[in-house]
């Protein structure tokens, strides 16, 4: 058993954090901005309820955090009353984030002057996945920092990889998101087209997810898709952040993103029709204009 902090306490890091705590069997400190979240996670799961994140990583092995940017994840760890303050020499930052690239590496520079080990690593699986305990996580930093956090993380992942150096699971999440935003429309697409055509869907889906066409996105989204159903996860809002994300990187890199970009925009349009908290299947609604059903 290990004695870990936890920030942040969003869609994603309110069930992760109860994994680690049944599931892993750890003594869990929880930190949240919003205090009543932090409380309610404790009435649920037991553990502890910090003030600051100092005070919730004060002796601990580990510090987790799943906040929602690269200014938040700044304020938990190096701000005034942040991690960073007490972490203990030797304990390891694992970041569950999804921000850029450079605040990764930033962090992981300021870790290693303060005698700690830090590891960038993004999660994909949404916000099902996070309730299963079955995330994948890309991991990027040291291969001895990763291997004490791998243990942990396993309480709420299925998958766990070390991608490379600080940034490297950032990376891999940006082209994890890359990936996604190009299967949705496709799939939305290739729905849209059958449902005007005449075709019945559902034996569609079933013949041609036994080929090529196959995807996880098809598998578990198309129904709902075909529904006009958009209340399954990961909102368009979230995914438009991440992609501004891997675009930002793509500049400096010389990637060439030309369908991502043009899905962003699809997805912007998906926001002037108010679904901005709809999931990101819900590109389907803008080739017809329909809104998700009650």
């Known amino acids: 058993m290990a004695k870990v902090a936890w920030l942040g306490l969003g869609v994603m ?23 009543a979240k ?13 003030a600051t994140p100092a005070e919730a990583a004060r002796g601990c092995d580990a510090v987790f955090a799943c906040v929602g940017n690269d200014d938040d994840l700044r304020s938990v760890t ?3 009353g942040g991690a960073f303050e007490t972490m203990r020499a030797g304990s390891v930052f694992i970041d569950h ?4 690239a450079k605040v990764a590496r930033e962090l992981s520079a300021v870790a290693e002057g303060r005698g700690l080990k830090s590891l960038d ?19 990027g930093g040291d291969a001895d ?16 990889r070390l991608m490379g150096p600080s940034g490297s699971g950032q990376l891999a999440k ?9 299967l949705v ?32 996105q098809m598998d578990n989204r198309w129904k709902t898709m075909h529904e006009r159903k958009f209340d399954f996860g990961f909102a368009v809002d979230w995914m438009r952040k991440d992609l501004a994300i891997c675009f930002d990187e793509a500049a400096s890199n010389g990637a060439d993103l030309t369908v991502a970009k043009l899905v962003d925009q699809f997805y912007g349009e998906v926001q002037e029709m108010g679904g901005r908290r709809w999931d990101t299947s819900s590109l389907i609604a803008r080739l017809q204009q329909k809104k998700p059903q009650d």
């Open 13 to 35: 890091g309110y069930p992760m954090a109860g994994h680690l705590k049944v599931r892993g069997g750890h003594d869990v400190v929880v930190y949240n901005r919003t205090a």
């Open 38 to 50: 932090a409380e309610k996670w404790k009435e649920q799961f037991g553990g502890e309820v910090a």
């Open 78 to 80: 190096t701000g005034a």
């Open 97 to 100: 984030t999804t921000a850029s």
């Open 121 to 139: 690593c993004p999660v994909s699986g949404g916000q099902a996945g996070a309730e299963g305990g079955i995330l994948t996580v890309m991991a």
């Open 145 to 160: 920092a990763f291997a004490t956090a791998e243990p942990l993380i396993k309480s709420f992942a299925r998958t766990a």
């Open 174 to 182: 940006m082209a994890n998101q890359i990936a996604i935003a190009g």
């Open 185 to 216: 429309q496709g799939l939305s697409e290739s729905i849209h087209f059958a449902e005007c055509a005449g075709l019945d869907v559902e034996a569609l889906i079933a013949t041609i997810s036994k080929g090529a066409a196959q995807s996880w």
